[in-house]
């Protein structure tokens, strides 16, 4: 089936339609990879699968990008793996390091605490500046900005399903903006004033929270369509879509709603004196700045990054997109720790199932 494209396969909808070839071309898009030399195992394997299960077809661009150069091997066994071309880029040092604004002494008390705390990478610098670059700075560096789509990829993740359509397609056929797979609640103590600091932003920038947002998603207490302005002592309910998989409008990120966000949440610290992810941090940039319909659940590709699974429970869709799946009891969706069943039922997804509400 190379270069056809077809519908994706709902969990209600099998109707699925093979288009013509003349309906074929790419996107203007890249798979982007940020990673370390050291990871070249774990980034093959994800290559291979995605490869296999989608990009074998399409021959969408590799991007990886590294504070470090990339060393020969990363560079020629990468290249081998990739079905498209690939691109290595350096991010400069302006856009990795800790901002020279920073307070050492409360960013030495900070690393202290989250030690203390026990706080997942609570000890690591360098994954704060991780963090604060996929914010703030992946979708404006020199290979990245003749992009208007991207396909985020870490080391040692897993597709479990057949594509069977391009993606990247459906994002600009469908407006979509934002996409993720899976989405969990945050660890509290690695964003203690985040929320504070983002309705500090809205009240400074109004204008920038979508009419259509999707904030009863992220906040509890909030009738679903209101908005949160209009509220006092609505918080933050920790709900993320992962970050580890996103297909996302690079255009989005670049626009000044998104920027004015982020540079507010910048210069306060939080990134550093706390361990703000960006996962909560793109969240919470979709739920508030983009309209609701503009994000998207990719529910049927199956996926794994550890600790957490997600495929379809379908066994048509399973047989139809040849998934291979692990047993059915790690399967996330439906279950506690996900937040999906609250996303389903901000009217989010074909799926509206009354069984899996977690009701306040
Ligand atoms: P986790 O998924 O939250 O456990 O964190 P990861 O270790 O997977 O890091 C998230 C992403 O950032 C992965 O793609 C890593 O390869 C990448 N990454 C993390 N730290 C660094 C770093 O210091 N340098 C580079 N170049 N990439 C990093
Ligand atoms: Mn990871």
């Not at 700075?137 to 985020?152: A, C, G, I, M, S």
Request: proline share 5%; with cysteine; net charge negative.
């Amino acid at each position: 089936a190379s270069n056809s494209y077809i519908e994706p396969v709902y969990m209600n909808d099998l109707n699925h339609t093979f288009l013509t070839e003349e309906n074929t071309r790419l996107e203007n898009a890249t798979i982007l990879v940020l990673c370390r030399n050291w990871e070249l195992e774990d980034i093959l394997s994800s290559m291979r699968s995605l490869e296999d299960r989608f990009n074998k077809d399409y021959h969408y661009p590799w991007t990886f990008l590294n504070d470090v150069p990339f060393d020969d091997e990363f560079i020629q066994w990468t290249t081998e793996m990739a079905s498209g071309k690939t691109e290595y880029g350096l991010v400069p040092p302006q856009d990795w390091s800790t901002p020279s604004f920073i307070n050492q002494t409360k960013y030495d008390e900070g690393i202290q605490d989250a030690i203390e705390r026990k706080i997942l990478y609570g000890f690591s610098k360098s994954y704060r500046n991780m963090c604060h670059f996929n914010s703030g700075y992946f979708f404006r560096q020199e290979l990245v900005n003749k992009y208007d789509y991207y396909f985020r990829v870490e080391p040692g993740v897993e597709y479990f399903c057949d594509f069977q359509m391009d993606p990247f397609r459906l994002m600009r056929e469908k407006r979509k903006k934002y996409s993720f797979i899976v989405t969990i609640y945050e660890y509290p103590d690695t964003i203690p004033t985040l929320w504070e600091t983002v309705e500090d932003f809205l009240n400074e920038y109004p204008q920038h929270l979508h009419p259509n947002n999707s904030v009863g998603f992220i906040t509890d207490k909030t009738p679903i369509g209101t908005n949160a302005l209009d509220l006092g002592g609505t918080s933050y309910n920790l709900c993320h879509f992962w970050s580890n998989f996103e297909i996302g409008d690079l255009n989005f990120f670049r626009s000044q709603a998104y920027l004015d966000y982020f540079n507010y949440l910048s210069k306060t610290g939080g990134f550093y004196y706390e361990r703000w992810g960006d996962a909560p941090v793109h969240s919470i940039a979709a739920a508030l700045l983009l309209d609701k319909n503009e994000i998207y659940h990719f529910e049927d590709i199956g996926y794994t990054h550890v600790p957490l699974f997600s495929y379809p429970e379908s066994k048509q869709i399973k047989k139809y997109k040849r998934c291979i799946v692990p047993k059915d009891e790690n399967n996330l969706n439906v279950g506690i720790a996900s937040c999906l069943p609250r996303w389903w039922k901000l009217g989010g997804g074909k799926r509206f199932l009354k069984e899996y509400y977690h009701e306040e």
